[in-house]
């Protein structure tokens, strides 16, 4: 590798590095506009105009803010678990195809390293559940640990399906391959497993059992303040966005689309999922943690597996 | 512990009460907000709301009705001597100078805004007006004498603002002047505050 491919390569990270740090801060605007705009209100309208400026405000709020880390706390883990769950995601960020020609890591099997990286980040959770040295953070912690396993698999054996029908866990060649046709109309039962259980991965409402302020507090956050839950609350928004990303590309034809640039069809496509998402996290009431592990191992996996079999079938026919 | 028909029912109905609540936020959505952005735009206030009470001087009998049917005691009358004289910020020409009456004052901090001063009231000298913004930084800004109760919040604060920076004026000329003539300086800002402590 020469000086300017490393060059190339240093830039593109900075570069997707940049892009998640600024749609993490940007998406918490959107969301607590939308937010309001589902209760009937007017949300952030003080900071500039629209009120577009209140994330940079917030992040300064959260950076002057005091760092406490509690006196029994384990630090060394305390101090790291912020990063855990935030670096994968961004990592986990650079296989994703943006376009025609925006693929920062193009590696052969991208699909495995997004998944292998994504399911980094509950390890975080549960150290930040464990180090935090509090009863709500702990039971969060371990509710995390139960959750990531369980919508794990239906969301991976889901992606399997896309792998069979593409032949490929290329990124880029799994979107190439849905020129004709998106594998959401040959997939649809896949996809829905897709959506539900990233929802769970993202862990917003209907499925925010780790943190479910009415029973734990805050559940593994409970115990963080200033930057570092700020480092959680990013990457609670980048993982909206990474997992849209990630639907974008599995089922909705990644950046392909008529008369538009690739990078614009994407951002649409994935702008559709994160309201989607935010629509979902505004309408529906938090389930049981039971509930929510009774979804995914009773309906989700045994769904998920019929869905294998069919997409087999389908191969087979196809062809 | 679960029959067939809820087993049946187990993954169906959830599904369909999600869509249906998301059809509902989705409508939600799609109206106008029903908050408006406050001190710049209000909402307009339902005609009979109650605000701080406002007194008529002029009409005010000091009957004392109000003082007995005031249930927090917010309400008291107090003796009143008319000082003002026109031209004054306060006061109402009409009546003879000097005269001692019996007005009420109001500890707005202690008012629940009930109405039974109002309507209680032979004459209806006391009313309420549409004034809410009545926050405040110091317990002490929350009385207000009879005269005080004749003019609108907004006015009240302007005339209290410029009395602050009348006395301030009078608290330099005072150490311009050592002591000697400072203490008639002083009288003279704090005009009322006889009628208020007694």
């Known amino acids: 590798m020469s000086w300017t491919q490393v060059g190339i390569y240093i830039g593109g990270s900075l570069g997707v590095f940049l892009v998640f740090f600024t749609a993490g801060g940007v998406l918490t605007y959107v969301f607590r506009k939308l937010f309001a705009d589902f209760g009937q209100r007017w949300g952030p309208n003080r900071a500039g105009p629209f009120g577009l400026f209140q994330f940079i405000a917030d992040g300064f709020k959260l950076i002057f803010k005091e760092d406490i880390i509690p006196e029994r706390a384990e630090r060394w883990g305390f101090r790291i678990a912020p990063y855990l769950t935030f670096v994968p995601a961004v990592v986990a960020l650079s296989p994703i195809p943006f376009g025609e020609g925006l693929l920062l890591t193009d590696v052969r099997d991208g699909l495995i390293l997004i998944f292998a990286l994504a399911a980094l980040a509950p390890l975080g959770e549960i150290l930040a559940g464990w180090a935090s040295n509090n009863k709500y953070s702990l039971i969060g912690g371990l509710r995390a640990a139960a959750m990531d396993v ?54 917003v409402i209907p499925f925010d059992l780790a943190e479910a302020e009415s029973e734990l507090v805050a559940g593994y956050v409970t115990e963080y303040s200033g930057m570092r839950f700020g480092f959680f609350f990013v990457a609670l928004f980048a993982n909206v966005f990474f997992t849209a990303a990630l639907a974008v590309t599995l089922y909705l034809g990644g950046w392909q689309g008529p008369f538009l640039p690739g990078i614009v069809w ?54 | 512990m679960t029959g067939k028909r809820d087993r049946y029912y187990r993954f169906l109905p959830p599904l369909v009460g999600a869509l249906r609540g998301m059809a509902t936020t989705l409508r939600n959505f799609l109206r106008r907000a029903v908050t408006v952005g406050y001190p710049e735009r209000r909402d307009p206030l339902p005609e009979r709301f109650r605000g701080r009470l406002f007194l008529d001087m002029n009409i005010c009998v000091g009957c004392g009705m109000c003082e007995e049917a005031c249930p927090n005691g917010a309400l008291r009358m107090v003796e009143w001597k008319e000082v003002a004289a026109p031209g004054k910020e306060f006061g109402h020409p009409a009546m003879p100078r000097g005269e001692l009456r019996r007005h009420p004052e109001v500890d707005i901090a202690m008012c629940t805004y009930c109405g039974w001063c109002e309507y209680v009231c032979p004459t209806g000298a006391i009313r309420h007006t549409h004034d809410f913004e009545l926050a405040r930084y110091d317990r002490a800004q929350f009385l207000r004498s009879p005269e005080e109760l004749g003019v609108l919040e907004p006015k009240l604060q302007e005339i209290w603002a410029r009395r602050q920076a009348q006395a301030a004026e009078a608290e330099g000329e005072k150490e311009r002047e050592s002591e000697g003539k400072g ?11 006889e009628a208020k402590g007694a």
């Open chain 1, 266 to 319: 994407f951002a649409i496509k994935s702008a559709a999922l994160m309201f989607l998402v935010f629509w979902v996290w505004n309408s529906l009431p938090r389930v049981r943690i039971d509930q929510f592990l009774d979804i995914n191992w009773k309906v989700l996996f045994p769904l998920s597996l019929v869905n294998l079999l069919y997409t087999a079938i389908l191969v087979e026919v196809i062809g």
């Open chain 2, 183 to 193: 203490a008639e300086a002083e009288e003279k800002v704090e005009i009322g505050t």
């Open chain 1, 150 to 203: 369980a919508y794990e698999i239906p969301l991976l054996i889901s992606a399997i399906a896309v792998i069979m029908l593409a032949g490929s866990a290329n990124t880029r060649e799994i979107v190439l391959a849905q020129r004709g046709l998106w594998y959401a109309a040959l997939q649809p039962l896949g996809l829905f497993i897709f959506l539900v259980a990233m929802i769970g991965k993202i862990g």
